[in-house]
């Protein structure tokens, strides 16, 4: 691969990483502090009020994947005078999006939480409070978006990452200052999350105005609008079907089972998106190049990262989950004081799900550089509804709560073959190819460093110590399985060289000193 694209990645990756590992030790704790001063009921209220608003705000989603991949490609093409009529254009359409949002957020989600959702009657007038703060925090995101959108196209994945613990910090001191207050702690707690989402929108206007020399224009370009509208419609697609089968399930647990119950689930959660963090730092890292190869006319070196990117985002799943996994009861009752019933089902199967998870992301931006997204859009969309009707048919049976994840896994296995064959007809590159010396080769890693990790787990007492222990265990265990069942002979060389250089230089550094 390219040398100072690969040492891009690489640092980018290295930079969100860190901080990766430092926002997501503060939002584990501060789950802990929020849940105890909150209790269960109060935070299964918040992550159900939380879930209205994602609702309402779903085409969001679509228009950050359209604003990211319209700058990436100007940049790709060095046309920087479109970058900035693209930026302009995205604040235009993400202002008017935010417009849409409250009215239709104030007409039916107000109905919708006091009329449809399971909340205690002795709560319902603090419910409508945060959801009002819930909205203006929505607000504030959905504006950010493209100044997001082009402080990641720039790759300042520094800012981006400071911006982050800014916000981890900010929410962990909110966690103390609702746990010692005697006023009413979930309205508190929503207001304060309201305002940090208010400073970081700030922060974002003042970076890319000052540093990155890109300011808001009133700019009506009608082609352009048709462009990016028509891409993030067809995402649309898709951000709709995710939101069906995300938050129509907390909805349908919600209504079967109660807010106690998703309580667990949220908790599961938060782990889990924490964990999958670590894979979409990466991700983050290389997207940019894979777009702007793609808008270089350089297919090469886009398969090359495709493929790089599939291989090394399964194998941090599997670093990072493996842990996990295998001390699922130690983690929970060493973060929890109280764990909700099915907390540890939920976690389990979210983990395992996510290591299929990882193979969408790098093959969805590949087929998005394109900007022909239609077909894929439409398929990706059939399969993921399908979720949400099969979890009912599932409740209404009597099963149990996480059986969700069950459908959710055996859809995303299916999905990943389609995601080849989409591979195949877009870019014309070998379906066998990627399925068995990229997936298989993957899966079969992954399947070898379980096992060998499992029996250890098995033999190593519950504490803390054993668990680092363990942890670095899996990144030995998935590295080597990696190196010699995921990566072919001539990718096995290039890691090895680029390991070797690396030590050789810090040697011959400390011999200087």
């Excluded at 509208?229 to 951000?239: A, C, N, P, Y």
């Amino acid at each position: 691969m390219k040398e100072a694209s690969t040492k891009r990645i690489t640092k980018n990756t290295i930079t969100l990483t860190l901080r990766m590992f430092i926002t997501m030790g503060i939002s584990i704790y501060s789950s802990r502090i929020i849940l105890q001063a909150l209790g269960v009921v109060d935070y299964g209220i918040y992550n159900v009020i939380s879930g209205v608003i994602s609702m309402f705000s779903f085409l969001n989603t679509s228009m950050v994947a359209s604003t990211q991949r319209f700058l990436n490609y100007s940049l790709g093409e060095k046309d920087y005078s479109k970058t900035a009529k693209i930026f302009s254009t995205s604040i235009n359409l993400h202002f008017i999006l935010s417009i849409l949002l409250v009215i239709v957020a104030e007409a039916v989600g107000v109905y919708f939480l006091n009329h449809q959702l399971e909340i205690p009657s002795e709560r319902l007038v603090a419910a409508n409070i945060i959801f009002q703060f819930t909205i203006i925090t929505a607000v504030a995101n959905i504006i950010s978006v493209p100044y997001k959108a082009l402080i990641i196209a720039y790759e300042k994945m520094s800012i981006y990452a400071y911006e982050a613990i800014f916000q981890s910090v900010a929410t962990l001191l909110a966690s103390f200052i609702i746990l010692y207050t005697h006023n009413d702690r979930l309205i508190l707690y929503a207001f304060l999350l309201m305002s940090i989402g208010i400073i970081i929108r700030l922060f974002d206007s003042w970076y890319c105005s000052h540093r990155l020399s890109y300011k808001y224009h009133y700019i009506i370009d009608k082609n352009l609008y048709k462009e990016i509208l028509s891409f993030s419609g067809w995402s649309t697609l898709v951000t709709m079907a995710h939101l069906a089968y995300t938050q129509g399930t907390i909805f349908l647990i919600n209504v079967f089972f109660g807010p106690a119950i998703n309580a667990a689930q949220a908790l599961a959660n938060q782990v889990n998106l924490s964990l999958l963090t670590f894979n979409s730092n990466f991700v983050m890292a290389v997207k940019p190049q894979i777009i702007k190869s793609y808008a270089e006319k350089d297919l090469a070196y886009m398969k090359q990262l495709l493929i790089y990117s599939l291989k090394i985002s399964c194998l941090i799943m599997g670093i990072v989950t493996f842990p996990f996994i295998i001390k699922t009861d130690y983690i929970l009752n060493l973060w929890l004081k109280e764990v909700p019933t099915y907390t540890h089902e939920f976690l389990q199967l979210a983990l395992i799900l996510s290591i299929f998870v990882s193979f969408s992301d790098p093959i969805t931006t590949a087929i998005q550089a394109t900007g022909k997204i239609r077909n894929y859009q439409i398929t990706e969309f059939l399969f993921l509804i399908s979720i949400l009707p099969c979890t009912y048919f599932l409740f209404k049976l009597n099963y149990q709560p996480y059986s969700t994840y069950y459908i959710r896994i055996f859809i995303f296995i299916i999905l990943l073959i389609v995601r080849l064959l989409f591979l195949k007809l877009t870019f014309n590159f070998k379906f066998q190819f990627f399925l068995f010396n990229v997936i298989l080769r993957v899966i079969l890693s992954i399947g070898c460093s379980a096992t060998i990790l499992y029996y250890i787990g098995n033999f190593m007492p519950d504490n803390l110590c054993n668990f680092i222990i363990l942890c670095f265990l899996s990144l030995i265990v998935n590295g080597i399985c990696a190196l010699y069942i995921t990566f072919n002979k001539s990718e096995r060389q290039f890691i090895t060289n680029t390991i070797y250089a690396k030590l050789t230089r810090k040697n011959k550094l400390s011999q200087q000193l």
